[in-house]
Protein backbone atom coordinates (compact mmCIF):
# COMPACT_ATOMS: atom_id res chain seq x y z
CA UNK A 1 0.00 0.00 0.00
CA UNK A 2 1.44 3.50 -0.73
CA UNK A 3 0.02 5.73 1.04
CA UNK A 4 1.51 9.11 -0.56
CA UNK A 5 -0.30 7.91 -3.51
CA UNK A 6 -3.74 7.09 -2.24
CA UNK A 7 -3.76 10.85 -0.68
CA UNK A 8 -2.49 12.41 -4.08
CA UNK A 9 -5.39 10.45 -5.69
CA UNK A 10 -7.86 11.93 -2.77
CA UNK A 11 -6.30 15.36 -3.47
CA UNK A 12 -7.67 15.63 -6.75
CA UNK A 13 -10.60 15.61 -6.12
CA UNK A 14 -10.21 16.84 -2.41
CA UNK A 15 -7.79 19.72 -2.09
CA UNK A 16 -8.62 20.46 1.44
CA UNK A 17 -6.99 16.50 2.46
CA UNK A 18 -4.02 17.57 4.12
CA UNK A 19 -5.58 20.22 6.20
CA UNK A 20 -7.99 18.16 7.19
CA UNK A 21 -5.65 15.60 8.18
CA UNK A 22 -3.53 18.34 9.77
CA UNK A 23 -1.12 20.92 8.47
CA UNK A 24 0.88 19.31 5.06
CA UNK A 25 4.45 19.21 7.15
CA UNK A 26 2.82 17.49 10.16
CA UNK A 27 0.61 15.12 8.16
CA UNK A 28 3.66 14.22 5.77
CA UNK A 29 5.25 13.32 8.74
CA UNK A 30 2.63 11.34 10.79
CA UNK A 31 2.43 8.92 7.93
CA UNK A 32 6.02 7.94 8.44
CA UNK A 33 5.96 7.85 11.86
CA UNK A 34 2.80 6.04 11.38
CA UNK A 35 4.73 3.37 8.75
CA UNK A 36 7.43 2.69 11.36
CA UNK A 37 5.22 2.09 14.42
CA UNK A 38 2.90 -0.75 12.89
CA UNK A 39 2.72 -3.26 10.83
CA UNK A 40 1.83 -3.53 7.23
CA UNK A 41 -1.45 -5.96 8.33
CA UNK A 42 -2.43 -2.93 10.67
CA UNK A 43 -1.71 -0.52 7.53
CA UNK A 44 -4.98 -0.09 6.08
CA UNK A 45 -7.15 -0.18 9.35
CA UNK A 46 -4.86 2.90 10.79
CA UNK A 47 -4.95 4.79 7.28
CA UNK A 48 -8.47 4.37 7.88
CA UNK A 49 -8.97 5.71 11.30
CA UNK A 50 -6.70 9.22 9.91
CA UNK A 51 -9.60 9.40 7.38
CA UNK A 52 -12.42 9.26 9.84
CA UNK A 53 -10.87 11.76 12.09
CA UNK A 54 -10.32 14.33 8.90
CA UNK A 55 -14.21 13.24 7.85
CA UNK A 56 -15.39 13.41 11.63
CA UNK A 57 -14.90 11.68 14.50
CA UNK A 58 -18.94 10.71 14.37
CA UNK A 59 -20.90 9.58 10.67
CA UNK A 60 -24.62 9.49 11.16
CA UNK A 61 -25.82 5.98 10.18
CA UNK A 62 -27.95 7.83 7.45
CA UNK A 63 -24.85 9.77 6.30
CA UNK A 64 -22.88 6.76 6.51
CA UNK A 65 -25.75 5.13 4.19
CA UNK A 66 -25.53 7.77 1.62
CA UNK A 67 -21.39 7.34 1.30
CA UNK A 68 -21.98 3.70 0.85
CA UNK A 69 -24.33 4.38 -1.82
CA UNK A 70 -21.90 6.55 -3.79
CA UNK A 71 -18.78 4.96 -3.05
CA UNK A 72 -21.04 1.87 -5.31
CA UNK A 73 -21.55 3.84 -8.03
CA UNK A 74 -18.16 4.95 -7.73
CA UNK A 75 -16.56 1.07 -8.26
CA UNK A 76 -18.94 0.91 -10.90
CA UNK A 77 -17.99 3.83 -13.36
CA UNK A 78 -14.20 3.20 -12.33
CA UNK A 79 -14.84 -0.43 -13.40
CA UNK A 80 -16.69 0.63 -16.50
CA UNK A 81 -13.80 3.21 -17.95
CA UNK A 82 -10.86 1.01 -16.51
CA UNK A 83 -12.16 -2.52 -18.44
CA UNK A 84 -12.48 -0.09 -21.57
CA UNK A 85 -8.99 1.05 -21.48
CA UNK A 86 -7.36 -2.11 -20.22
CA UNK A 87 -9.54 -5.55 -21.18
CA UNK A 88 -11.39 -4.92 -24.40
CA UNK A 89 -9.80 -5.74 -26.89
CA UNK A 90 -12.44 -5.34 -29.27
CA UNK A 91 -13.34 -1.78 -28.66
CA UNK A 92 -11.30 1.02 -30.63
CA UNK A 93 -11.06 4.54 -28.06
CA UNK A 94 -9.32 6.61 -31.23
CA UNK A 95 -5.85 7.51 -29.76
CA UNK A 96 -5.32 10.85 -28.58
CA UNK A 97 -7.52 13.18 -26.95
CA UNK A 98 -10.48 10.41 -26.61
CA UNK A 99 -8.16 8.09 -25.12
CA UNK A 100 -6.61 10.69 -22.91
CA UNK A 101 -10.18 11.73 -21.80
CA UNK A 102 -11.40 8.39 -21.23
CA UNK A 103 -8.20 7.81 -18.82
CA UNK A 104 -8.50 10.97 -16.71
CA UNK A 105 -12.33 10.30 -16.12
CA UNK A 106 -11.54 6.71 -15.19
CA UNK A 107 -8.73 8.42 -12.71
CA UNK A 108 -11.01 10.65 -11.20
CA UNK A 109 -13.30 7.12 -10.88
CA UNK A 110 -10.54 5.79 -9.01
CA UNK A 111 -10.00 8.85 -6.63
CA UNK A 112 -13.43 8.66 -5.43
CA UNK A 113 -13.50 5.46 -4.48
CA UNK A 114 -10.68 5.68 -2.70
CA UNK A 115 -11.94 9.10 -1.00
CA UNK A 116 -14.67 7.76 0.02
CA UNK A 117 -13.35 4.07 1.63
CA UNK A 118 -11.04 6.78 3.51
CA UNK A 119 -13.82 8.72 4.52
CA UNK A 120 -16.06 5.28 5.65
CA UNK A 121 -13.17 3.80 7.12
CA UNK A 122 -14.15 0.65 8.57
CA UNK A 123 -17.56 1.36 7.63
CA UNK A 124 -17.02 1.25 4.18
CA UNK A 125 -19.41 -1.74 1.65
CA UNK A 126 -17.47 -4.95 0.65
CA UNK A 127 -15.94 -3.74 -2.52
CA UNK A 128 -17.33 -4.72 -5.85
CA UNK A 129 -15.43 -5.98 -8.34
CA UNK A 130 -15.25 -6.10 -11.89
CA UNK A 131 -16.38 -9.95 -12.39
CA UNK A 132 -19.49 -8.26 -9.89
CA UNK A 133 -21.08 -6.17 -13.19
CA UNK A 134 -22.69 -6.75 -16.39
CA UNK A 135 -22.03 -3.46 -18.65
CA UNK A 136 -24.29 -5.03 -21.01
CA UNK A 137 -27.01 -4.64 -18.66
CA UNK A 138 -28.08 -7.93 -19.39
CA UNK A 139 -28.42 -7.87 -22.80
CA UNK A 140 -29.97 -4.30 -23.53
CA UNK A 141 -26.19 -2.70 -24.45
CA UNK A 142 -24.92 -5.91 -26.44
CA UNK A 143 -22.01 -3.28 -28.04
CA UNK A 144 -20.96 -1.61 -25.19
CA UNK A 145 -17.07 -3.03 -25.64
CA UNK A 146 -17.11 -3.56 -29.71
CA UNK A 147 -18.70 -0.50 -30.49
CA UNK A 148 -16.97 2.73 -29.68
CA UNK A 149 -20.60 5.04 -30.01
CA UNK A 150 -22.42 2.64 -28.24
CA UNK A 151 -19.54 2.84 -24.77
CA UNK A 152 -19.98 6.48 -25.12
CA UNK A 153 -23.79 6.41 -24.76
CA UNK A 154 -23.40 4.04 -21.85
CA UNK A 155 -20.85 6.21 -20.18
CA UNK A 156 -23.33 8.90 -20.88
CA UNK A 157 -25.91 7.18 -19.01
CA UNK A 158 -23.77 6.44 -15.81
CA UNK A 159 -22.77 10.30 -15.47
CA UNK A 160 -25.89 11.84 -15.84
CA UNK A 161 -26.55 9.12 -13.41
CA UNK A 162 -23.96 10.15 -11.30
CA UNK A 163 -24.75 13.72 -11.05
CA UNK A 164 -28.29 13.17 -9.89
CA UNK A 165 -27.76 10.61 -8.09
CA UNK A 166 -25.23 12.98 -5.90
CA UNK A 167 -27.59 16.01 -5.68
CA UNK A 168 -30.19 14.01 -4.36
CA UNK A 169 -28.48 13.22 -1.30
CA UNK A 170 -27.35 16.18 -0.36
CA UNK A 171 -30.10 16.96 1.67
CA UNK A 172 -28.91 14.35 4.01
CA UNK A 173 -25.50 15.21 4.30
CA UNK A 174 -26.71 18.41 5.11
CA UNK A 175 -24.63 19.57 8.42
CA UNK A 176 -21.79 17.26 7.95
CA UNK A 177 -18.29 17.77 6.96
CA UNK A 178 -18.90 15.52 3.94
CA UNK A 179 -21.01 17.76 2.10
CA UNK A 180 -18.75 19.72 1.02
CA UNK A 181 -16.71 16.97 -0.79
CA UNK A 182 -19.93 15.15 -1.97
CA UNK A 183 -20.05 18.28 -3.62
CA UNK A 184 -16.69 18.24 -5.24
CA UNK A 185 -17.26 14.84 -6.51
CA UNK A 186 -20.36 15.96 -7.81
CA UNK A 187 -19.26 18.99 -10.06
CA UNK A 188 -16.17 16.83 -11.20
CA UNK A 189 -19.14 14.19 -12.35
CA UNK A 190 -21.21 16.91 -14.44
CA UNK A 191 -17.64 18.18 -15.82
CA UNK A 192 -17.16 14.22 -17.35
CA UNK A 193 -20.98 14.04 -18.10
CA UNK A 194 -20.73 17.19 -20.32
CA UNK A 195 -17.34 16.14 -21.93
CA UNK A 196 -19.23 12.80 -22.76
CA UNK A 197 -21.65 14.34 -24.46
CA UNK A 198 -18.87 16.71 -26.80
CA UNK A 199 -17.19 13.22 -27.88
CA UNK A 200 -20.58 11.87 -28.42
CA UNK A 201 -21.09 15.01 -30.65
CA UNK A 202 -17.83 15.27 -32.35
CA UNK A 203 -18.80 11.47 -33.65
CA UNK A 204 -22.03 12.26 -35.58
CA UNK A 205 -24.67 11.82 -32.47
CA UNK A 206 -27.01 14.77 -33.25
CA UNK A 207 -29.26 16.37 -30.86
CA UNK A 208 -27.28 16.67 -27.84
CA UNK A 209 -25.50 19.88 -26.23
CA UNK A 210 -23.34 20.23 -23.35
CA UNK A 211 -25.95 19.96 -20.99
CA UNK A 212 -29.22 18.04 -20.42
CA UNK A 213 -31.80 19.65 -22.74
CA UNK A 214 -35.68 18.50 -23.97
CA UNK A 215 -35.63 15.25 -26.15
CA UNK A 216 -37.70 15.40 -29.39
CA UNK A 217 -41.56 15.50 -28.87
CA UNK A 218 -40.46 17.34 -25.15
CA UNK A 219 -39.79 14.15 -23.61
CA UNK A 220 -37.24 13.70 -20.56
CA UNK A 221 -34.85 12.01 -22.27
CA UNK A 222 -32.67 13.78 -24.69
CA UNK A 223 -29.93 10.93 -25.73
CA UNK A 224 -31.97 9.23 -28.30
CA UNK A 225 -31.24 5.53 -26.39
CA UNK A 226 -34.62 4.97 -25.03
CA UNK A 227 -33.03 1.80 -22.46
CA UNK A 228 -31.79 4.80 -20.64
CA UNK A 229 -34.86 6.51 -19.83
CA UNK A 230 -35.02 6.08 -16.46
CA UNK A 231 -31.98 8.25 -16.27
CA UNK A 232 -33.84 11.55 -17.37
CA UNK A 233 -37.19 11.00 -15.84
CA UNK A 234 -38.39 14.58 -14.97
CA UNK A 235 -35.70 16.28 -16.61
CA UNK A 236 -38.29 17.70 -18.81
CA UNK A 237 -39.92 19.69 -15.81
CA UNK A 238 -40.01 23.29 -16.08
CA UNK A 239 -42.05 23.96 -12.51
CA UNK A 240 -39.40 25.21 -9.83
CA UNK A 241 -40.32 26.62 -6.50
CA UNK A 242 -44.16 26.71 -7.86
CA UNK A 243 -42.98 29.04 -10.85
CA UNK A 244 -43.45 27.67 -14.33
CA UNK A 245 -40.26 28.96 -16.10
CA UNK A 246 -41.28 28.39 -19.75
CA UNK A 247 -42.70 32.22 -20.76
CA UNK A 248 -41.09 33.51 -17.51
CA UNK A 249 -39.62 36.81 -19.83
CA UNK A 250 -38.99 36.97 -23.29
CA UNK A 251 -38.04 33.91 -25.44
CA UNK A 252 -38.13 31.58 -22.27
CA UNK A 253 -38.87 28.20 -24.18
CA UNK A 254 -39.49 25.27 -22.56
CA UNK A 255 -36.22 23.46 -23.98
CA UNK A 256 -34.42 26.75 -22.26
CA UNK A 257 -36.42 26.52 -18.90
CA UNK A 258 -35.52 22.85 -18.53
CA UNK A 259 -31.56 23.41 -19.50
CA UNK A 260 -31.63 26.04 -16.20
CA UNK A 261 -32.22 23.71 -13.47
CA UNK A 262 -31.12 20.22 -12.81
CA UNK A 263 -33.65 17.40 -11.29
CA UNK A 264 -32.80 14.97 -8.55
CA UNK A 265 -32.88 11.24 -8.57
CA UNK A 266 -33.80 9.78 -5.66
CA UNK A 267 -31.55 6.39 -4.22
CA UNK A 268 -34.69 3.85 -5.20
CA UNK A 269 -34.70 5.26 -8.46
CA UNK A 270 -30.37 5.09 -8.43
CA UNK A 271 -30.91 1.66 -7.49
CA UNK A 272 -32.84 0.53 -10.38
CA UNK A 273 -30.45 2.05 -12.46
CA UNK A 274 -26.92 0.48 -11.01
CA UNK A 275 -28.46 -3.06 -10.68
CA UNK A 276 -28.85 -3.24 -14.31
CA UNK A 277 -25.06 -3.11 -14.51
CA UNK A 278 -24.66 -5.94 -11.89
CA UNK A 279 -24.64 -9.36 -12.42
CA UNK A 280 -27.71 -11.67 -9.77
CA UNK A 281 -26.16 -12.06 -6.43
CA UNK A 282 -24.50 -8.63 -6.20
CA UNK A 283 -27.41 -5.88 -6.46
CA UNK A 284 -27.69 -3.27 -4.54
Known amino acids: MNIINIIEEIEKVDGEIYERLSPRR ?3 KDFFNMGKKISLAAMPLALGSMFQKAYGQSTPTAVTDVLNFALALEYLEYHFYNHALVAAPTLTIPAGAPTAAITT ?4 ELAHVNLLKGALGGSARAEITYAMTDFTAGGLF ?4 SDYLTFLKVALGFEDTGVRAYKGQATIL ?10 QIHSVEARHASHIRQMLAANGATGLKPWISLGPGGIANDTGVSAVDAVYVRENNDVQAGVTITGIATG ?3 AAAVECFDETLTKAE ?3 IANLFLRTGFKL
Do not use: D
Not at 142 to 145: D, N, T, W
Not at 174 to 183: D, E, F, P
Open 26 to 28: SAM
Open 105 to 108: IRNH
Open 142 to 145: PLVY
Open 174 to 183: KGNAVLTTAL
Open 252 to 254: VTK
Open 270 to 272: VVN
